[in-house]
């Protein structure tokens, strides 16, 4: 793809775990959990989201990928002003959970939110039967990566999406 003109975007590190993490109560977070993606959720998410998605990207991730033919939790976590701080999505399949669409808004991120969201998605995935666990990270998400890396997550390997080089 490189000799054809395509650059590589999005470097993504997939990460894996078979130990669930132990939840970390916290008294000044408030976790919801939800079987279908609530509008308060999925804005929040679109909100944390970095921006330049379609309408069209918009209403498939919405009705398609949020709404998979397997068990799945959604997760929000707000802060004591009841705005939603960070959310994320735990999907099991084959007794691997995967978790996904973790995101925390911008200004709320290291204060603890997105912990919350993870401790509370590895709870589902047990709950829903995972014996291990996959998170699908972008490389240069040096905080996400942390973040796994502390709840005993290693590295399994990495993919990345290529497009045509603008000319």
Request: glycine share 10%; charged share 15%.
């Amino acid at each position: 793809l490189l000799a054809r003109g395509y650059v590589s975007t999005a470097t993504t590190s997939v990460l894996k775990s078979t130990v669930p993490a132990g939840e970390t109560p916290s008294r000044h977070l408030h976790v919801e959990v939800e079987s279908e993606p609530t509008d308060r959720w999925f804005d929040a998410y679109m909100a944390a989201e970095v921006g330049g998605r379609s309408e069209g990207d918009v209403a498939a991730l919405r009705d398609v990928l949020l709404r998979p033919s397997h068990p799945t939790s959604f997760v929000s976590v707000a802060g004591h002003d009841g705005a939603i701080a960070s959310v994320g999505q735990v999907v099991v399949v084959d007794g691997w959970a995967s978790i996904q669409c973790l995101a925390t808004m911008p200004g709320l991120r290291r204060q603890g939110a997105g912990r919350a969201v993870v401790d509370a998605l590895m709870a589902q995935g047990v709950l829903l039967g995972a014996q291990g666990f996959v998170a699908a990270v972008l490389a240069d998400n040096a905080a996400s990566l942390g973040l796994f890396e502390k709840l005993g997550f290693e590295h399994s390997h990495s993919y990345s999406y290529f497009v045509v080089a603008d000319r």
